[in-house]
């Protein structure tokens, strides 16, 4: 038998316990998420949150949804059969209504602020429901960007009402079609991979995404113009099996934590520069790229919320903390 000692490779010298000296005996942490790779998420995740851990963890991204289907990701890490994903507000609320609130349109303000929320006292009893009844930690919130309406009709939109009868993609949950309906849209639920086939084939009139995601997945071959509604600063959970986490040492929690922050920091950083950087580019491309009545889109979506069922699932008192910070 080959034995490590004949390789020269005593444990000892490596500094580290015999057995963990092999690859096989490293923590496997798999995330699937539908982001492409050149995603800023993504790339901050693979250049950051990878080495980070790699002393004891190998991580193992699944980008394109390659894994698990948009959705889906939160449930198969409550299962064991996967560790880690990009999970949106959106998708806590399928189980934790609650969590609707950061899916509303107009409350977050933009990156600061939705580190402020994340940080905040008020968010302890929430995250810890998602440890305790999921299974699934919430690391840190990663920052996705203000969502603008891109649409492949020529109709100019000032006010929500220039919205009517517009078929909008939005992603599959209630929450998300929530957003659609108070933005004046049709919406219609369609996984974030579909996206461009449907607007290539005029199955919907447009979509909505903020905008490194829009020119990363070339959204603006098939669509003609974008409209500046920013009507959510869109963020994301890096979402950690809990069962995973209990198994880790403390050194390796922290050192697990800190990736996690140190990534999503480097991912927002990047983003906002190219937030900053791509009207240009879109208008290079030959779409008209505008900001409509932004103040009628606000109204009408924060009423819309106000006035349903679906605020009345939000912890008491918890909009003015939000807007107070
Ligand atoms: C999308 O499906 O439009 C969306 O932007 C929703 C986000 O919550 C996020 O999951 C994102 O897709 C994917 O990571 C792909 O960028």
Redesign the pocket.
Known sequence: VLGAAALGLAGATLGLGFGSAFAQDKIKLRLS????PT?Q?AVSLTEVFGPAVAGFADFEPHWNASLFK?GTELEAIARGNLEMS??????LATIFPEWSIFAAGYLHRDAEHQKKVFAADFMDDMKKKVEDELGVKLLTVMY?GR?QLNLRVDKEIKTPADMAGIKL???GTDA?QFLGSALGANPVPI??TE?YTALQTGAVDG????LP?TK??KFYEVTKQIVLTSHLV?L?YLAFSKKVWDELTPEQQATVQKAADDAAELGRQRQLKLEGELEQFFKDQGLKVYTPDVDAFRTQVQKAYLESDISKSWPEGMVDKINAL
Do not use: G
């Open positions: 998420s539908p982001a492409t995603d998420r948009q990009i999970a949106s507000a959106q998708e996705l969502r993609r939005m992603p998300w996984a974030f996206i979509q909505d995404n903020p995601s990363d997945s869109d994301n």
